[in-house]
């Protein structure tokens, strides 16, 4: 889902890196009464779910977040963090949770977009839709708000993320067998992002090799990376 950084390079102020599984456990209820005083902190939020994963304490965040979204009904960042809570335990789970999780994820990244259509939100919907498989027919809702997504970051200046709508929403038209235009966000994104080997992979393959590229990118097995370090590396870049 995301390209993320190292807990060095994803730093909050006043807040350091635990070494151990034990150590993050004991830096949780910290960050936590950081998201309590501030549930929009999208930062902070993320610092705590990769916090969490290095506990192995999933529950735990799905439970605190769920309090914090009915605290704060109309934070959409909590809603989004709520919602990558859910995506962070996919990888534990048994294929019925996973199926649950997912749809859970869905429904959190849903009112985030409901409360503010942010880059970020419609970004993250969109990709996440699609992971379902292709019965479910949920790439063209993906594809709608991947579409949404590129409008919005057309309309700003080109950031280093961006990138990743350019793939997943060619990506979204190739499982909506719609290879020509797949191709073509893709070698548009590389006019822009040239060094992006995400892009370079799938240009360079086609038919059976690219559907592997793309089975490998999507396979719910692997933990798909929530960081979101690369906004942080973008914003810390820009105000220096």
Known sequence: M?????????F????????????????LPLLEAQLAGDPDNLRVGSKYRQTVIQAGQYDRAIQFFEKLVAQHPNASNAHLNYGFAYVDKVPVAGSITQVILANNALGEFT????LRASWIALYTRGNSYLYWPKIFGRAASGVADLEEAMKVQKADKQRNYHVRVFIALGDGYWKMDDPAKAKALWAEGLKQFPDNPQLKARLAKDGEDLQAVLNDSYD???RIDTALGELWTDQDTAEK
């Open 111 to 114: 009112k985030s977009l409901e």
């Open 12 to 27: 909050i102020p006043g807040f350091l890196c635990p070494a151990r599984a034990e150590d993050a456990a004991s830096a």
């Open 2 to 10: 995301w390209i993320g950084l190292t807990c060095a390079q994803a």
């Open 220 to 222: 719910i097995t692997k």
